[in-house]
């Protein structure tokens, strides 16, 4: 079983703010995700990341950024949020091939 | 390019009720397909899986078989319960795709007692 870890749970906060989505795993995969999922449930694939130092951006154009400077740790970064970001957004992780995807309990953001 | 459909929800059964979720795909190559379940306030798990045509995947009573020929992966279970009740997910993944999932829209399902 995939350990996936992703802090905080639930955030509300003011527009204008700096906030930073962490994401954690301890499988050694080197392959992640984030995804942004609306209230109409379908998910949306905002970033992915191969590997150290590697990171793409998904099909859905999103304003938030992401780094993977260390394996296991693959945060994302919303500059300046503003209450178009408001959202659930979930971090997956696998290895190699046709492995499914493990994911987080995701953190349900919320902008005022 | 890949694509998933799933039956559109929301999907209210009784308890002890046969369920069928129906999931058809496109896909280049030979996909490996899923289904995920979200409970509400979680992130998504796996809930079976099948990588090749014929296999039947199947988990906590629930079962699908992968159709080559129909390209379907339909989710079944024969008798539901109130702690079912959540979201279900069809997903897909492939080499012509980069291994990245394709999720269907999701479906969901609600039982009642």
């Known amino acids: 079983e995939a350990d996936i870890y992703q802090t905080p749970r639930y955030l509300v906060i003011g527009t204008g703010k700096k906030i930073t989505l962490e994401c954690s795993q301890t499988m050694g995969h080197d392959k992640m995700y984030w995804y942004q999922q609306d209230p109409g449930m379908e998910l949306h694939l905002i970033h992915y990341?191969?590997?150290?130092?590697?990171?793409e951006k998904g099909d859905l154009s999103s304003e938030s950024t992401v780094s993977r400077i260390r394996t296991e740790h693959f945060p994302l970064t919303l500059e300046s949020a503003r209450p178009s970001h408001t959202s659930q957004y979930l971090c997956?992780?696998?290895?190699?091939?046709?492995?499914?995807?493990?994911f987080g309990d995701g953190t349900r953001l919320s902008i005022l | 390019g890949n694509s998933v459909t799933q039956m559109e929800g929301p999907v209210t059964l009784s308890e002890e009720a046969f369920l069928t979720i129906n999931c058809t795909y496109t896909?280049?190559?030979?996909?490996?397909l899923f289904w995920y379940v979200q409970y509400p306030g979680e992130g998504l798990q796996l809930l079976l899986k099948?990588?090749?045509?014929?296999d039947k995947g199947s988990n906590k009573g629930f079962e699908a078989t992968y159709r080559k020929e129909t390209t379907s992966f339909h989710l079944e279970k024969g008798s539901v319960q109130v702690s079912d009740s959540a979201v279900y997910f069809c997903a897909l993944i492939s080499r012509a795709g980069s291994y990245q999932l394709t999720f269907g829209k999701g479906t969901k399902l609600s039982v009642i007692p």
């Open positions: 099948a990588t090749k045509a014929d």
């Open positions: 990341s191969y590997g150290v130092n590697s990171t």
């Open positions: 896909a280049t190559g030979y996909p490996s």
């Open positions: 997956a992780s696998t290895g190699t091939g046709n492995q499914p995807q493990h």
